[in-house]
């Protein structure tokens, strides 16, 4: 019996070691969503101060869409505002907005400083972010044209980004 009772450090010891050995060969840039392949959220936003159009689930129904979750507090936002107005610039796909718990007066100054590539934008108090599984902000959703979430980017997009996985998806979406 004693004889067990050494061998259990042992055995804990090699079940921690293969946990480690799977976890260190995951890729820790991939943060899975449940909402893959599934509708996206019901949602009404209303629109900036300023602005007639808020968002809704209804506009994501009219096509492939690009959904960006975005504030103006948020410096990685900022960093892919070029490579998003570049893509946005195309006209391939709306790119909707959302404006993630932010301050009117603040998102207006942002947007009048480094343009608007938002075809609408709708201003969530943070319930909406919830709702789509925000885990912070930027997070990009590819929605294709039955509202469903197809692709789910978190962090800043980049043009490589853009041309690799967003532009190729698209492709497929619209066919």
């Given at each position: 019996m004693r004889r067990w009772l050494y061998l259990l450090p042992v055995a804990i010891f090699v079940l921690m070691a293969a946990g480690f050995y799977v976890g260190l060969n995951r890729d820790p840039?991939?943060?899975?969503?449940p909402l893959i392949d599934e509708p996206a959220p019901q949602f009404d936003l209303p629109p900036l101060p300023g602005n007639d159009k808020g968002l809704s689930t209804a506009d994501l129904k009219r096509g492939v869409s690009l959904v960006n979750f975005f504030a103006s507090w948020c410096a990685p936002c900022r960093e892919e505002h070029k490579a998003l107005?570049?893509?946005?610039?195309?006209?391939r796909v709306p790119v909707y907005g959302i404006d993630y718990k932010d301050k009117p007066e603040a998102v207006?100054?942002?947007?009048?400083?480094?343009?608007?590539?938002?075809t609408q934008i709708g201003a969530d108090d943070g319930q909406i972010g919830i709702e789509w599984g925000v885990y912070g902000v930027p997070e990009t959703y590819l929605v294709d044209g039955n509202g469903r979430i197809r692709y789910k980017h978190v962090g800043p997009l980049?043009?490589?980004?853009?041309?690799?996985?967003?532009?190729?998806l698209i492709g497929q979406l619209q066919k």
């Amino acid at each position: 019996m004693r004889r067990w009772l050494y061998l259990l450090p042992v055995a804990i010891f090699v079940l921690m070691a293969a946990g480690f050995y799977v976890g260190l060969n995951r890729d820790p840039d991939v943060l899975p969503s449940p909402l893959i392949d599934e509708p996206a959220p019901q949602f009404d936003l209303p629109p900036l101060p300023g602005n007639d159009k808020g968002l809704s689930t209804a506009d994501l129904k009219r096509g492939v869409s690009l959904v960006n979750f975005f504030a103006s507090w948020c410096a990685p936002c900022r960093e892919e505002h070029k490579a998003l107005s570049d893509f946005a610039a195309r006209k391939r796909v709306p790119v909707y907005g959302i404006d993630y718990k932010d301050k009117p007066e603040a998102v207006a100054k942002w947007l009048a400083e480094l343009g608007n590539p938002y075809t609408q934008i709708g201003a969530d108090d943070g319930q909406i972010g919830i709702e789509w599984g925000v885990y912070g902000v930027p997070e990009t959703y590819l929605v294709d044209g039955n509202g469903r979430i197809r692709y789910k980017h978190v962090g800043p997009l980049t043009q490589a980004d853009i041309d690799k996985q967003i532009v190729p998806l698209i492709g497929q979406l619209q066919k």
